[in-house]
DNA sequence: CTGAACTTTCAAAATTTTTTGAAATTATTT
DNA sequence: AAATAATTTCAAAAAATTTTGAAAGTTCAG
């Protein structure tokens, strides 16, 4: 296998495991080319490279920033904007996390507090047992997201030298 | 808030949870109504409450017992077959964590050894970099398997009662 | 300022995903 | 074995998502 074929199976890879994940297919594209460009790209070399259009990598990279996982570089003397993903997958795990965690995490624990406000007659069987699977589903989310807050504030060594010990 | 408002606002919310978990929105649905449902349902139930066909009730229902999350009840002297969800909050977790293992996880650990496999010039510092990336990702994910395999062997109680008190 | 280089936007088109519903299949009862 | 009831399948339709590309906007050198 040559570097370029390596290099698209696993752009191609990273794309599929996107979509599963609800991440879309040429978003995770976009990040796995920078990911494995040995520098940073303009948006042609990125359409070039993927074959698709101007419009949807300037979207792509837009999101991506968003995302904080892809940075924009400017070249003194260049007139073009340079974009290079974060090469750290510590970094770029955490990132995810913590972004997922502000966008969905936090948002269905909000919907979970708000449906718990239900006024109904606790002694009816169904809303107790209502209240009861909206209570578990809530805990299992506040605790995943003070698991989450946790090892986002740990630093990159720990994970990579312990976290599994942990576990034993 | 009535108890069906409630239920319909649990509904919509783990749709649009699903929706960017890449769950479609109808299975995520049905699961939840299933969730929140004290007693089994019919097909027929489903497709009222949710107002969608049988086949697509059929579908996702299937889907939801490949997942291990919904089980089929056959009631005695009853024809029509009836499906609940499993309740424990913990269960679902850990067997969506498991599926999801299976599932994708996986698969990208081989698809990153395979890209490892690349015969080439190690010299070329553009092969070097491709490989560590790789090198790191694989880290990265087999570190987070091995994590999950470790929680999901874990009993409930654990989780409930000390996970994030390890993180401090 | 002006115009060239580059970036962004967004309505329409293409693609992908999901849903429908009727026909085929399977299971159960009489 | 025939009739009835329920489930499954799957091609076509609908809906949702993604992509395109040209026009509008922005930046900057001269």
Redesign the pocket.
């Known amino acids: 296998m040559t570097l370029d074929e390596a290099k698209q199976h696993l752009i191609q890879a990273w794309g599929t495991l996107g979509?599963s994940w609800g991440v879309?297919?040429?978003m995770a594209q976009v990040h796995a080319l920078l990911l494995v460009s040995p520098v940073p790209m303009?948006?042609e070399d990125i359409m070039e490279a993927l074959?698709?259009?101007?419009?949807?990598v300037?979207?792509?990279v837009?999101d991506l920033m968003d995302w904080g996982i892809v940075r924009k570089v400017l070249k003194p003397g260049e007139?073009?904007?340079f974009f290079e993903a974060e090469k750290d997958v510590w970094k770029v795990g955490m990132q995810v996390a913590k972004e997922r965690k502000k966008r969905e995490l936090e948002p269905i624990i909000r919907a979970l507090e708000q449906v718990s406000t239900i006024e109904a007659d606790i002694t009816d069987p169904d809303v107790k047992q209502f209240a009861e699977t909206v209570e578990n589903l809530k805990k299992f989310a506040v605790n995943a997201d003070r698991t989450l807050e946790t090892i986002i504030k740990t630093d990159e060594n720990w994970f990579w030298g312990s976290f599994f010990k942990l576990f034993k």
Chains 1, 2 share one sequence.
């Open positions: 979509s879309s297919r040429t303009t948006t074959q698709i259009s101007r419009g949807n300037n979207m792509n837009r007139r073009k904007e």
